[in-house]
């Protein structure tokens, strides 16, 4: 038997089987080596050699299921740490315009991070209730050069609903998951999407801290042909603990490369001189913000 994890507490592993029907597992030998098979090796037979790795599975895997327990899980196609998922198709970076208030560091911290795991991002913007009409005008503004680099930006007010449709249009046959920091209206997002659901919301005058109602399980729920997943949203987010480098931003910040600075060993820094970086955002060709993120960034890298 085979099926996905769409839950993980207290080492059981909710599974959705093949057939649709979901049921608990636990998986053998907890804490020892897991043995993991490519996905096209038809006959999953244990003589086969697998590659061994020393881990469990996690939410997003495959597993196969042998009396009754979880023996393996397949290859993954990608695993993240920050959500701890794997095999995703898509994720939903969820940033309030307001309360929590809209970080473009924060939001670019995510965008790389994903990016740098293949993984294509869509921002959502939420609580746009919550803006005046020349602030929302001004943040959509800034937002485009996030939409000319190629990613979807959606504003949904999740109050009212509006904006919804927009975001259903990608989530058909997808896995895709919400990502991003707590209170910025995950859960609610997730009420909004899917008809029926009244998943508990965290109050609003928690919305800082950790709340009654915080998402503390990452949990993917089946909708549209395919899954999407709440999970646990992080208060605050250190650029080290997603594995990054600072000599690897160059790349990641995808639009740099654009922008020609003659100097191969230049780290694009405010007091390069003659760097084409950093002449490229004083002709406002590169968003300010973003490059702030990047300086900010690099040196929190470089200075651990
Ligand atoms: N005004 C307004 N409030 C919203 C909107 N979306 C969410 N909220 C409120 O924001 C608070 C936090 O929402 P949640 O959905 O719990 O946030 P979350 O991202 O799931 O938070 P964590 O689970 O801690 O990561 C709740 O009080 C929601 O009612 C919105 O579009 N407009
Ligand atoms: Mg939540
Ligand atoms: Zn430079």
Do not use: W
Not at 116 to 138: C, H, Q, R, Y
Not at 201 to 220: C, F, N, P, V
Request: proline content about 3%; charged content about 25%.
């Amino acid at each position: 038997m085979k099926g996905r994890v769409i839950n993980l507490n207290g080492g059981v592993y909710k599974v959705i089987l093949e057939d649709g029907s979901i049921k608990d597992f636990k998986a053998r030998g907890k804490l020892r080596a897991e043995k993991v098979y490519q996905s096209n090796d038809k006959s999953l037979s244990k003589k086969k050699n697998p590659t061994t790795v020393k881990s469990s599975p996690k939410v997003g895997d495959i597993v196969i299921i042998d009396n009754d327990m979880i023996d393996h899980y397949e290859i993954r196609k990608n695993s993240l740490i920050r959500p701890d998922i794997a095999n995703v198709d898509q994720i939903l970076l969820v940033f309030a315009a307001k309360e929590p208030d809209f970080s473009f560091y924060l939001l670019d911290l995510f965008v790389i991070n994903i990016i740098k795991n293949n993984i294509s991002p869509v921002i959502v913007i939420t609580k746009v209730d919550k803006l005046s009409s020349d602030e929302l005008l001004s943040l959509k503004n800034d937002m485009k050069y996030y939409e000319d680099l190629g990613y979807k930006v959606f504003y949904v007010n999740n109050l009212d609903g509006s904006g919804r449709d927009d975001v259903l249009n990608i989530l058909h046959d997808k896995i895709t998951i919400l990502s991003g920091q707590t209170g910025a209206g995950k859960s609610s997002l997730v009420n909004t999407l899917i008809p029926g659901f009244k998943l508990e919301t965290q109050e609003i005058s928690d919305a800082l801290g950790r709340g009654k109602h915080t998402t503390r399980q990452i949990s993917l729920y089946p909708f549209m042909g395919g899954l999407l997943g709440d999970t646990p949203g992080f208060s605050k987010l250190e650029a080290s603990l997603l594995g990054l480098k600072a000599n690897e931003l160059n790349n990641l910040f995808v639009e740099f490369k654009n922008y020609k600075c003659r100097f191969s060993d230049c780290n694009h820094l405010e007091n390069s001189k003659d760097c084409g970086i950093r002449k490229a955002v004083d002709d406002g060709l590169i968003l300010k913000n973003r490059y702030l993120s990047y300086v900010k960034l690099y040196n929190e890298l470089k200075n651990r």
